[in-house]
């Protein structure tokens, strides 16, 4: 072998011992890379990760409110439609109200005609009051003429068929003074421990008012909340009838979220453990805040329209989801509004446990009061219609003032009587 062929062959020889500390020193650094990387992560893991549990499977959810209507009508005006903005008490739907009015005005005119015979019930208490007095002095003077009769009989001045004469006129005068009390007796038990506008008959009557002027102001029907408009079906000159749904209203300042966890991944949550959303909407550059304020009572297999049969032969276990209900922020709500089906990514922190779940669950209350002023109005109109017919004079006050002032007449008359 030549000299240039053993220089070459001496050079070439330590490469191998080069490359195999090469390998080793990068193997080394590799292990090195995963063992501090797995360090990291547990330390994340029993310091961050393991207090916090996520799902995509969220969505936006919220209160539908359906508009339908409570009597039966045409309708002639809609004044809504779909995606508009309707305030809370903006009227929605108009229908009809030709019959209503027609049964609103007979129910008003027979009110303000039982008024007018119940304030007759009250004015006749004093005419039998009056007739009474006139009785009592008939019967005071038919005494009296028996009296002198009798105090002359001996003397045989006056006859025995004029003394038998003057004891039937005595006897016809009781008999009518008793017919007179038992008149009175009989309508005072129509008025006794009453006014005319707390009469039976008279509250009978207002009731049909009342009920008459409900059913006319329901032709017009309210938005009961402040919402967005959907799902709108109702037609100009549609017949409808009580519980047709008409359109619906979504109030969209108070939507929650419902987050379908894993069945496993429920053993640490708990009631009001704060929650970070993220909307695909808007991505993940807005975050919400929000904390749970409740459970499902059930996962959605079993509310589901068919519900899984888990009792045959040919099972599969599939690990279940269970709805949990988040809220959101109103203010957070307001800056980035959300609708309904949308999207959402959930980071509920479960490191504090001292929450409960199903008992302490907050209770939420749903109301309004557009209907409210039905009542008011009829108790007004109804308050009208007695004035008008009662006149000066209505009341029990009224009837006890006038019933001392026909006694005070009764006994002038039978003074007045006896001195003639």
Do not use: C
């Amino acid at each position: 072998m030549s000299d240039p062929q053993q220089n070459a062959a001496a050079a070439a020889a330590p490469a191998p011992k080069q490359s195999n500390g090469k390998r080793r020193a990068l193997m080394t650094l590799i292990v090195l890379v995963i063992i501090i990387a797995a360090i990291a992560y547990g330390l994340y893991y029993f310091l961050v990760a393991r207090f916090h549990e996520a799902t995509d499977d969220a969505y936006v959810n919220g209160n539908v409110v359906q508009i339908t209507p409570q009597v039966v009508g045409t309708v002639i005006s809609v004044n809504a439609d779909d995606t508009q903005t309707v305030k809370i008490g903006d009227p929605l739907v108009a229908l009809d109200p030709a019959d209503s009015k027609v049964a609103l005005e007979q129910a008003e005119a027979n009110l303000a005609q039982t008024v007018r015979q119940v304030r007759t019930f009250f004015v006749n208490n004093n005419q039998y009051e009056a007739q009474i007095a006139l009785r009592k002095s008939d019967l005071s003077r038919a005494q009296d003429d028996l009296k002198r009769r009798m105090q002359v009989a001996q003397t045989g001045a006056v006859s025995q068929e004029e003394i038998s004469h003057a004891r039937d006129a005595v006897r016809g005068a009781q008999a009518a003074l008793d017919a007179a009390e038992q008149e009175l007796a009989s309508n005072r038990s129509l008025t006794a421990n009453t006014t005319i506008a707390d009469h039976p008959n008279v509250l009978a009557a207002a009731a049909k008012v009342r009920d008459s002027y409900i059913n006319y102001a329901r032709n017009t029907l309210p938005a009961p909340v402040t919402g967005y408009v959907a799902k709108r079906s109702v037609q100009v000159g549609q017949r409808v009838s009580p519980g047709n749904p008409l359109m619906a209203i979504v109030p969209l300042n108070a939507v929650w979220v419902d987050a379908n966890f894993k069945e496993v991944q429920l053993k640490h949550m708990r009631i009001g453990q704060p929650v970070e959303l993220t909307a695909d909407l808007y991505g993940s550059s807005v975050v919400y805040h929000g904390k749970v304020i409740g459970f499902s009572a059930g996962t959605g297999s079993a509310f589901s329209l068919l519900p899984a049969q888990n009792a045959t032969g040919n099972w599969i276990k599939v690990v279940q989801r269970l709805p949990v209900r988040i809220e959101l922020d109103p203010k957070e709500l307001e800056a980035h509004p959300l609708r309904i089906g949308l999207s959402m990514n959930v980071d509920v922190t479960i490191k504090d446990e001292q929450g409960g779940q199903l008992g302490n669950a907050q209770n939420t209350v749903y109301q309004t009061n557009v209907f409210d002023n039905y009542g008011a109005q009829a108790d007004q109109e109804i308050a009208r219609i007695i004035q008008q017919n009662a006149g000066t004079g209505a009341g029990a006050g009224s009837s006890s003032q006038s019933t001392s002032s026909a006694h005070g007449r009764a006994t002038k008359s039978a003074s007045a009587a006896k001195l003639m």
